[in-house]
């Protein structure tokens, strides 16, 4: 029983993920546009001229973040239901 529920947190964190791709970027080219955009600020803040793409960063890892919550939501709530 425990494959099956790691197997549904992890289903219920993607479908998160799919989930606020619209909300949050509009559409897959608005996703790898902050990708785009974070990995040229991770370069930026080595190179000490951070601060010009905060705002993609941030809605990377919002969506991230939100992702990995419902994942690890949904394995406690079924682990203490079903386990």
């Not at 909300?23 to 785009?36: I, S, T, Y």
């Not at 040229?40 to 080595?46: I, L, M």
Request: glycine share 10%; hydrophobic share 60%.
């Amino acid at each position: 029983m425990a494959v099956s529920v790691a197997v549904l947190a992890v289903l219920a964190g993607l479908v998160t993920l799919a989930i606020l791709v619209k909300p949050l970027f509009g559409d897959l080219e608005g996703l790898q546009d902050c990708l785009d955009a974070s990995c040229k600020s991770s370069v930026a803040a080595v190179l000490d001229d951070f601060g010009e793409d905060l705002w993609p960063t941030l809605k990377l890892l919002a969506w991230i973040v939100s992702g990995l919550a419902v994942g690890l939501g949904a394995y406690a709530g079924l682990e203490r239901a079903f386990g």
